[in-house]
């Protein structure tokens, strides 16, 4: 067990990062799935009381900086000016809506569409008062069989085995049971309560001092993909690179409606 004396400190709208430029505020996106109004709106935001960017995270998520702060908390104007994006639907648990996914599930590719488990897995972890006390840096991440995210370090997740069969993840190292996929996000959302009851001052399933019980890999587990070329990759999607991964006005006026954004600073764009 670590032997920390304090909370992660991973920032959101009402607890913002004291940055030398300003406030830093994060928002999560769980899957990715946004649209370009909504990112529109989130600049306007970015312009009126920061560097007037918008600034994409490691982690598929958004950023603002440069935001003003009275000894860290953000004026209740720039909240209000957020919230109205939409962005901040469950302000009880911002911080722990960190779900990561395959960002071409069910666009294209990939064994199983993982959109709707998502969807829930996000919805009862809301609905979960006892989870909005997990630490801002725990991490679902869901791999849709394609292998872009079976390397990715987590807490909890899985990776799709066939259309309808996955298997969840339990820590980075540790493998849990094969499920079906309509059980997947009841299953995770018990896990993560049976973590935040043992957790202590550990931030992550690594660092409890028992290891999780664990299966063997299924022969099923994809291997290792890399990210998807920049360009059409289908007909309505197309990867686009987003140079160091920050969208001004001019990049955001001429994206498509339906974005995903990417944990490679990059987006999808759907027609």
Same mark, same amino acid.
């Given at each position: 067990?670590?032997?920390?004396?304090?909370?992660?400190?991973?920032?959101?709208?009402?607890?913002?990062?004291?940055?030398?430029?300003?406030?830093?505020?994060?928002?999560?996106?769980?899957?990715?799935?946004?649209?370009?109004?909504?990112?529109? #709106?989130?600049?306007?935001?970015?312009?009126?009381?920061?560097?007037?960017?918008?600034?994409?995270?490691? &982690? #598929?998520?958004?950023?603002?900086?440069?935001?003003?702060?009275?000894?860290?908390?953000?004026?209740?104007?720039?909240?209000?000016?957020?919230?109205?994006?939409?962005?901040?639907?469950?302000?009880?648990?911002?911080?722990?809506?960190?779900?990561? /996914?395959?960002?071409?599930?069910?666009?294209?590719?990939?064994? +199983?569409?993982?959109?709707?488990?998502?969807?829930?897995?996000?919805?009862?972890?809301?609905?979960?008062?006892?989870?909005?006390?997990?630490?801002?840096?725990?991490?679902?991440?869901?791999?849709?069989?394609?292998?872009?995210?079976?390397?990715?370090?987590?807490?909890?997740?899985?990776? #799709?085995?066939?259309?309808?069969?996955?298997?969840?993840?339990?820590?980075?190292?540790?493998?849990?049971?094969?499920?079906?996929?309509?059980?997947? #996000?009841? &299953?995770?959302?018990?896990?993560?309560?049976?973590?935040?009851?043992?957790?202590?001052? +550990?931030?992550?399933?690594?660092?409890?001092?028992?290891?999780?019980?664990?299966?063997?890999?299924?022969?099923?587990?994809?291997? +290792?993909?890399?990210?998807?070329?920049?360009? +059409?990759?289908?007909?309505?999607?197309?990867?686009?690179?987003?140079?160091?991964?920050?969208?001004? &006005?001019?990049?955001?006026?001429?994206?498509?409606?339906?974005?995903?954004?990417? &944990?490679?600073?990059?987006? /999808?764009?759907?027609?």
């Amino acid at each position: 067990m670590t032997d920390r004396t304090r909370g992660d400190l991973c920032p959101g709208v009402l607890r913002p990062w004291p940055a030398d430029d300003g406030a830093l505020v994060r928002l999560r996106v769980p899957g990715g799935h946004l649209t370009r109004t909504t990112l529109l #709106a989130l600049l306007d935001v970015a312009e009126t009381y920061g560097d007037g960017r918008v600034h994409l995270t490691k &982690r #598929a998520n958004l950023q603002l900086r440069a935001l003003p702060h009275v000894d860290g908390v953000l004026p209740a104007a720039v909240v209000e000016a957020v919230r109205a994006t939409g962005l901040l639907p469950h302000p009880d648990h911002e911080l722990v809506r960190n779900i990561l /996914v395959s960002p071409l599930t069910g666009l294209h590719g990939g064994r +199983a569409d993982l959109r709707t488990v998502t969807a829930e897995l996000d919805e009862r972890i809301c609905a979960t008062p006892s989870l909005a006390k997990l630490p801002g840096r725990f991490l679902f991440v869901l791999d849709d069989g394609r292998g872009d995210h079976v390397n990715r370090s987590c807490d909890l997740g899985l990776v #799709a085995l066939s259309e309808d069969e996955v298997q969840l993840r339990i820590g980075s190292t540790h493998w849990g049971p094969v499920v079906p996929l309509p059980e997947a #996000a009841a &299953r995770l959302t018990g896990l993560a309560r049976a973590f935040q009851q043992v957790r202590d001052t +550990a931030w992550h399933i690594d660092e409890l001092p028992v290891p999780p019980a664990s299966h063997d890999a299924d022969p099923r587990l994809p291997a +290792a993909s890399d990210p998807p070329a920049y360009g +059409a990759l289908a007909e309505g999607v197309t990867h686009v690179e987003v140079p160091d991964g920050v969208l001004d &006005r001019a990049a955001i006026d001429g994206l498509d409606e339906h974005l995903v954004v990417t &944990r490679w600073k990059s987006l /999808v764009l759907v027609r």
